[in-house]
């Protein structure tokens, strides 16, 4: 509520207000919902004003004194009613802000590890030797598949060809299936990462392969 519009609520019932402040009054009840429930509340005041004699009919005896006490108990009344207006308003915003605070406090809480959110990865090591030829390889369950982490070193001493090599994976039914390729750099490791959609459970073996299909090293889960 606008302190300016706070004690239009009385003249405006008895229609003592300028038409200008009238006008201007209307048009700020349209968007104080305090204002509006403060002028409800004395809404009845006119109506009982009009059941009062007519003073002009009344004589001086017929009028009772008007206690001194009664404007300051009115304006007291009044007084209270807007505190407390005001009071009310605070605690609903007091109260909004501590759900708010609630809502922060629940949100950003303690989490539960990610472990517990979703499962750990299962991973397994697999390793072989051939001739020049040694690797070993990390197989990883993803939702996905199984991602495949191969480490393969070749001695430059041998005669194995040095064209790229292949990584191939053979499921149970003796199907292949190529998930990589690189080139061999003697005496050097080489780090191929790969993945599959075929579950860990699902690959048979791991073969190591020239590009002319010769299988130079087996790996087998």
């Given at each position: ?203 048979s073996t791991l073969e190591v392969r020239t590009a002319s299909n010769i299988v130079v090293l087996t790996l087998t889960p």
């Amino acid at each position: 509520m606008s302190d300016k519009y706070s004690t239009y609520d009385a003249a405006y019932l008895i229609g003592a207000l300028s038409p200008e402040d009238r006008r201007d009054y209307e048009q700020h009840l349209i968007g104080c919902p305090d204002c509006r429930t403060a002028l409800g509340q004395i809404s009845g005041v006119p109506g009982l004003l009009t059941r009062m004699p007519d003073i002009d009919t009344l004589t001086s005896d017929d009028v009772p004194p008007v206690p001194e006490s009664l404007l300051p108990r009115l304006l007291d009344a009044v007084e209270r009613r807007r505190r407390r207006r005001r009071w009310l308003a605070a605690v609903g915003g007091i109260a909004a802000a501590a759900c708010l605070a609630l809502a922060l406090v629940v949100g950003l809480g303690p989490q539960p590890p990610a472990a517990q959110l979703a499962a750990t990865p299962t991973s397994s090591a697999i390793s072989a030797a051939s001739g020049p030829l040694t690797a070993s390889a990390q197989l990883t369950e993803r939702a996905w598949g199984t991602q495949i982490k191969l480490q393969c070193m070749y001695s430059g001493a041998a005669a194995y060809p040095l064209g790229p090599y292949r990584l191939v994976i053979i499921d149970p039914s003796g199907s292949n299936q190529q998930i990589a390729t690189w080139n061999v750099v003697p005496d050097k490791e080489a780090v191929v990462e790969a993945s599959t959609s075929l579950t860990s459970d699902q690959i048979s073996t791991l073969e190591v392969r020239t590009a002319s299909n010769i299988v130079v090293l087996t790996l087998t889960p």
